[in-house]
């Protein structure tokens, strides 16, 4: 590698040097970071697992919940439940309807 003598560059000439060694370092970090992932990713298949069960990022989900209200006017419209409550629960409920009045006929 060649010596640099910084005292002879100028300003510009040292930032120029210090934004393409900032990039060169981020470079290098991505590929030494993909290459990492690979290998684990690698050794997870070898081992009959996906990275994403090893590390909890692919959670296998239960059952999706079965609607539990629907809209008395539009039977396509319907909520569990569970969460929020869509504006349509909100306005029946408004108008004087109680939830119990929601609820799907079984």
Sequence with gaps: MTKIEWDKLSLEELKSIQKEATKA???????KRKEALAAIEAKAAEMG????????GAKPKGPKAAPKYC???IPAKTWTGRGRQPNWVKEALAGGKA???LLIAK
């Design 71 to 73: 809209h008395p006017e």
């Design 25 to 31: 370092i981020s470079s290098y970090e991505a590929r």
């Design 99 to 101: 939830l119990e009045d």
């Design 49 to 56: 697992f996906s990275l994403g069960e090893l590390t909890g």
